[in-house]
């Protein structure tokens, strides 16, 4: 079936650590992205991606940082930069033509203490 | 700058009853889309419909209804005959008419349907 896979669903990692979160889609979307979301509030952009090989900063970019080296898959880094890294994360792709929808990952819960 | 605004943080019905989820946007692009995703406690965000700025007609998908109305920059929700399953996190987003595709979120409405 195509779709959007994340993993690990639940992630837990201790103050100071850089964190790899898994995005890969299966749609031959050329366009990704990556959202954090927090309690009560909506979705907030943190990095998205075109094609291969080129990324844009979003609106939350400070402490996070991206790859897009195969069309198929977009890994976010937390780093220990990242003042408040506990959040819901949610990976999303996107065809670059026509339709305009994102379509969504099941997400990544992060916690870190 | 775009910004969506959901003023209905939280709305709690009995099933059967009929709800409207409010949304308002701001953006100075006058080529636009407008979306609206649900997002059930599993926490994936499922797409509902896009409208883009050029098309006002309502659309009614089942028990789902959608009201565009550009003079008061609304696109609001309404659920007819609600049921349990409907409740969810309801998101609206905007997006700008470029290939970036960005969706500018609201803060969500969180729908509770009480059996």
């Known amino acids: 079936d195509g779709g959007i896979t994340q993993s690990p669903k639940y992630l837990f990692r201790k103050e100071g650590q850089n964190v790899t979160l898994s995005c890969e889609q299966n749609?031959?979307?050329?366009?990704m992205y990556w959202y954090r979301q927090d309690p009560g509030q909506g979705l907030r952009l943190i990095y998205y991606?075109?094609?291969?090989?080129?990324?844009q900063k979003g609106d939350i970019a400070e402490g996070y940082s991206v790859s897009r080296e195969k069309k198929e898959s977009f890994p976010l880094t937390v780093t220990s930069a990242q003042k408040n890294p506990t959040a819901f994360y949610l990976c999303?792709?996107?065809?670059?033509?026509?339709?305009?929808?994102?379509?969504f990952g099941p997400g990544t819960r992060l916690t870190v203490t | 700058a775009q910004k969506v605004t959901q003023a209905q943080t939280e709305i709690s019905v009995v099933e059967k009853e009929d709800v409207t989820l409010d949304c308002v946007y701001e953006?100075?692009?006058?080529?636009?889309?407008l979306f609206w995703y649900k997002q059930p406690p599993s926490g994936e965000l499922v797409f509902l419909i896009r409208r883009n700025s050029f098309d006002e007609q309502n659309e009614i998908s089942g028990r789902y209804s959608w009201n565009f109305q550009k003079s008061t920059s609304s696109f609001n929700f309404t659920i007819t005959a609600s049921q349990v399953v409907d409740s969810a996190v309801y998101f609206c987003a905007l997006s700008d008419y470029t290939s970036y595709g960005k969706l500018t979120f609201g803060q969500g409405t969180i729908l509770t349907v009480h059996p």
């Open positions: 953006t100075r692009d006058t080529t636009y889309y």
């Open positions: 999303a792709s996107r065809t670059g033509t026509g339709t305009y929808e994102q379509y």
């Open positions: 991606s075109q094609i291969v090989n080129d990324f």
């Open positions: 749609l031959n979307h050329d366009a």
